[in-house]
């Protein structure tokens, strides 16, 4: 669970959300393993933790948020019935349960984070950090923008989430690993074995011959299931997206030297500047600090009175728009190169600003970014051209025509499929390629009827629609013996070559058993002896397959066995001849690394105990009624 905490710190959004880590801590409960928490007694209210309400409001407009981020990420819509199946209701309401009870227990506990440590994590998160590697102000704003966020907003999230980890730190962290548990795990994770050992493969079986008639027809009405013929649909398919239409926009010169003239502040690189700057607790420290720079005093004597190191003081170069700190940046970016600025009272703090060197902005030529451009403006006016098109498409489908005359009639491009079946495949087995991504469009054909009356997909992010009519239906059906019947030959000879190849390994493991040498009886049975030495658990290499590793690492030294081949017409017949137990060295990095992964173990374990301890503590209601609400159940059962 830790590990999951730790990546969400790295990213600004799972910070925010914190969505996945505590909903599988909290799954991880059963939903707390208690079933009679689910009882109604409010419309309003979702869930009690403590003296908490999750309003309904609050708790449908999250997860309204979360089914359209998943959305987003799997490229496709998800339905609400598809969300209930998913669970992601219940992951969302234990999400923000084990989120609430930590919050109540903060509270209890006067935890609190300073404005100057928000200020500084933000600062110092990658996310919001640009080419240059320093804080960037645009890209901040931008992100919270995508993320629905307000700065208000994202700061107190920022602060909440920030405590929490604080909180949950004190329970899971600094945790020392067991040396025993170490050790065990080193030995299981990096024992070696050899092995020699004897490969049957089709060879061995011997000859096959056809099977009779009857044989095979037996075989085949066993199987008949297996070798039906899916349904099959001929569609076509009018995808409308800025993409294909861009490359049919015309763009003149002009037009394109305009659109450079209205833009080019987007091809400017500000000014940017290195600068160092300490905060005060308060204005009189600072106008003191001021006077003694004033005196002489350099910049650095301050820092060291008062403890801090040029890591602590070094904004680093960068330019106004990545400083938070309105005030501080509008104060250092009005001086020259070398000088201090007054005591800025800013949104963190009392700060004095340094300026060690000054970079000039550049900006790059109408040339540098003709190309980059004009498939901006394309991509522009095919975007502006689709509501247009999607209008006219909609009037000539309404109107009865179909849409290759509707294709015809507004000069646009149609794509024939003969034959699909609902995997993508054609009958010849062969994948369709460049189907329109992040759309369901193959599940959308199968439940469709004939003809063209079909609200269109539409594509999410570009803003792009895909309209299509199934032309024609070949229903599913049984296949003939004589249509599958090369299909069910070499189907029922890899079933019986398995079949002696499992018998003669049997028969040569017996030989070995009652006293033959294995050399010996591979030579009378004309196979060769192979060895393959630093074998490894889960790291199967080729010609050995994984259900052969686990039986490898099962056996004994000098025990004889036989496992399953790489391929299902495949047995080998090995005994284990040296078994390498690792070394442990604390210092190593393979025992560090070990180490790690015990520590997180035991760190998940702990919080889940601690996030059940506290539900225990607090106490937790849920409202089953209002979440059936939420999730559409009512809807549905009613």
């Keep these: 669970m ?131 590697g320093q804080f960037e102000r645009t890209r901040f704003d931008q992100l919270l923008r995508q993320a629905g966020f307000t700065e208000i907003r994202f700061l107190a999230e920022q602060r909440r989430t920030s405590v929490r980890q604080q909180l949950i730190g004190t329970v899971s962290g600094d945790l020392i690993a067991p040396k025993a548990a170490a050790e065990a795990f080193n030995r299981y994770q990096n024992e ?30 066993e199987r008949k299931v297996m070798f039906r013929a899916p349904e099959y649909r001929k569609v076509n398919l009018l995808v409308l997206t800025p993409a294909t239409l861009a490359s049919s926009v015309e763009v003149s010169d002009a037009d394109l030297r305009k659109a450079y003239e209205d833009r080019k502040a987007k091809y400017d690189t500000a ?11 308060n204005l009189d420290e600072a106008k003191a600090a001021a006077e003694k720079l004033s005196k002489g005093a350099s910049f650095a004597d301050l820092a060291a009175e008062r403890g801090l190191k040029d ?34 009272e800013g949104r963190f703090g009392i700060a004095l600003v340094r300026v060690l060197k000054i970079e000039p902005g550049q900006t790059r030529s109408f040339e540098d970014v003709a190309a980059e451009l004009k498939q901006e403006v394309a991509s522009e006016r095919a975007r502006s051209a689709m509501s247009s098109l999607h209008d006219k498409v909609e009037d ?53 009827d004939t003809g063209p009356d079909h609200d269109p997909l539409q594509v999410p992010g570009s803003g792009g629609y895909v309209w299509y009519e199934v032309m024609d239906i070949k229903a599913a059906r049984e296949r003939s013996l004589d249509e599958v019947k090369d299909q069910l030959l070499t189907r029922w000879r890899d079933e019986e070559i398995a079949t002696r190849l499992r018998a003669k390994a049997t028969e040569m493991l017996d030989k070995v058993k009652a006293g033959t040498p294995f ?15 630093g074998l490894k658990r889960g790291n199967p290499p080729a010609g050995i397959s994984a259900r052969a590793l686990d039986e490898i690492f099962r056996a004994p ?37 070990i180490d790690e992964a015990l520590r997180r173990s035991l760190q998940e374990e702990l919080l889940n105990q601690y996030i059940a301890r506290l539900e225990k503590e607090i106490g937790v209601t849920i409202n089953q009624a209002a979440l059936n609400q939420v999730n559409g159940a009512s809807s549905t059962q009613n």
């Design 311 to 344: 890591a602590d003081i070094d904004l680093g170069t960068i330019a106004k728009s990545s400083m938070v700190d309105r005030a501080a940046a509008d104060a250092a970016f009005a001086l020259k190169d070398g000088e201090v600025t007054a005591p800025v």
């Design 396 to 448: 000539e489908r309404l109107g009865g025509s179909s849409l290759a005359e509707i294709a015809t009639k507004l000069k646009l491009s149609i794509r024939t499929i003969d034959a699909v079946d609902r995997s993508g495949r054609t009958p010849d087995g062969v994948a369709i390629a460049d189907l329109p991504q992040g759309v369901d469009v193959l599940p959308s054909v199968f439940t469709a």
């Design 2 to 132: 830790l590990r999951g905490i730790h990546k969400a710190s790295a990213n600004w959004l799972g910070r925010v959300v914190m969505g996945i880590i505590l909903g599988l801590i909290a799954i991880s409960f059963a939903i707390w393993g208690v079933g009679d928490m689910f009882r109604g007694f409010g419309q309003s209210t979702v869930a009690k933790v403590g003296n908490t309400e999750i309003r309904v409001e609050t708790f449908r407009q999250s997860y309204q948020d979360r089914i359209q981020q998943l959305s987003r990420q799997l490229g496709r819509p998800i339905l609400p019935a598809q969300a209930r199946a998913l669970g992601l209701d219940r992951q969302l309401l234990a999400t923000t349960v084990a989120e609430t009870v930590l919050d109540e227990r903060a509270r209890s506990l006067r935890l609190a984070l300073s404005d100057a440590e928000v200020a500084r994590r933000i600062m110092e998160d990658p996310n919001f950090k640009g080419i240059t």
């Design 271 to 281: 000014e940017r500047r290195h600068l160092h700057q300490i905060v005060f607790p």
């Design 192 to 221: 070696q074995r050899s092995i020699e050992y004897v490969r049957l493969d089709r060879a061995q079986a011997g000859e096959i011959a056809d099977p009779a008639p009857e044989v095979l027809a037996k075989y085949f009405d």
């Design 519 to 533: 050399p010996e009886v591979a030579a009378a049975n004309n196979l060769t002896m192979e060895w393959r030495p």
């Design 557 to 593: 030294k000098d025990a004889v066995a036989v496992a399953d081949g790489a391929t299902p017409t495949e047995r080998i017949v090995f005994r284990v001849n040296e078994i390498t137990m690792p070394t442990f060295d604390p210092e190593s990095a393979e025992a560090k690394r």
